[in-house]
């Protein structure tokens, strides 16, 4: 059975950081295109950023230099680094693997047969 289990979401200021991680089991990352998702109340499922197989990256405009995306095969997990965060970043964060889709539809998670999802770790901001 594929899982993909979130942690390190958290309550911070604004401005300050925090680290997700993402752990497979029963999968292995390495060979897989991954994403982070995002939804924050009221809002669509959104993509956040990706590691491709191809080792090319993505990072949504709102999160550029302040995100970064990392893997470590060893673990078979991936991070996402989050600094200078803003109240806007409040969401519920989810990892995914498999067929990564710039969108998915207004809810997180949401598999579509070719990929496989995390349950969520929630990251608030307040200002």
């Known amino acids: 059975e594929v899982q993909l289990v979130e942690s390190g979401g958290g309550s911070v200021q604004a401005g300050g950081s925090l680290r997700l991680s993402c752990t497979a089991s029963g999968f292995t990352f390495d060979d897989s295109d991954i994403g982070w998702y995002r939804q924050a109340p009221g809002n669509e499922c959104e993509l956040v950023s990706t590691?491709?197989?191809?080792?090319?990256?993505y990072l949504a405009d709102s999160v550029k230099g302040r995100f970064t995306m990392s893997q470590d095969n060893a673990k078979n997990t991936v991070f996402l680094q989050m600094n200078s965060l803003k109240p806007e970043d409040t969401a519920a964060y989810y990892c995914a693997a498999g067929a990564i889709r710039l969108w998915v539809g207004s809810t997180c998670p949401a598999s579509d047969g070719r990929d496989y999802w995390g349950k969520g770790t929630l990251v608030t901001i307040s200002s």
């Open positions: 590691l491709s197989s191809d080792g090319s990256t």
